[in-house]
């Protein structure tokens, strides 16, 4: 799937672009990385992002998960 047919169908990944917080030039800027790096080798943080973005539940419990200390064994 293309970035473009991404943005078309995903109306989260849409929002997060296209914030009104961001001016058009960081819009414009920000569209352009995306659909510069998105491919099946992006790099590690434009997947973290997306991984946000899309899976905000998912990436919530996992962080719960991860902070958690370890339970001492008897």
Known sequence: ???DEAM???KELR???RDPKRSRDEIADLEAEF?????????AELREVL???LF????AAREE???RQPIARL
């Open 35 to 43: 659909a510069q790096s998105w491919s099946l080798e992006a790099p």
């Open 65 to 67: 998960r991860e902070s």
């Open 8 to 10: 078309q169908m995903s």
């Open 1 to 3: 799937m293309s970035f």
């Open 56 to 59: 905000p539940e998912i990436v």
């Open 15 to 17: 929002n997060y672009v």
């Open 51 to 53: 991984e946000q973005v």
